[in-house]
């Protein structure tokens, strides 16, 4: 989740876990923590990338080869957070039969 806000808000992520994060942007586009052997020296790099404007920006040269956008996979759960944060009531059923049997379609009428 995080590193797909880092995308969308043209942040270079840095990575640490088990995930195969090149399975959704090339490697070039992040920072694997894995890669350095102390959490000194990643310290150091990402300063170094900080000042060095064209190593940063090589960070997302791959954008100029991809499209990338998050709308469709974001999307569900956004939908999904809205409902569960709604205030609505219920759908009690106090008759099941009376609900399936009188509320069931009888077939096309036409209304008076």
């Known amino acids: ?5 880092a ?5 270079v992520p840095v990575v640490l876990g088990r995930t195969n994060y090149s399975y959704f942007i090339p490697s070039s586009g992040y920072i694997d923590a894995r890669q350095f052997s102390t959490m000194k020296s990643l310290a150091q790099y990402l300063n170094e990338t900080r000042y060095n404007k064209e190593k940063y920006l090589s960070y997302f040269s791959w954008k100029k080869d991809y ?6 996979f974001f999307t569900p ?11 609505s009531k219920p759908n009690i059923i106090d008759n099941i039969h009376k609900w399936w049997f009188d509320n ?9």
Do not use: N
Request: proline fraction near 6%.
């Open 1 to 5: 989740e995080k590193f797909f806000a």
């Open 7 to 11: 995308l969308e808000l043209s942040v």
């Open 67 to 72: 499209v990338w956008g998050l709308h469709q």
């Open 77 to 87: 759960f956004c939908d999904l957070c809205l409902r569960l944060h709604l205030d």
């Open 104 to 112: 069931s379609c009888q077939g096309a009428h036409i209304p008076p």
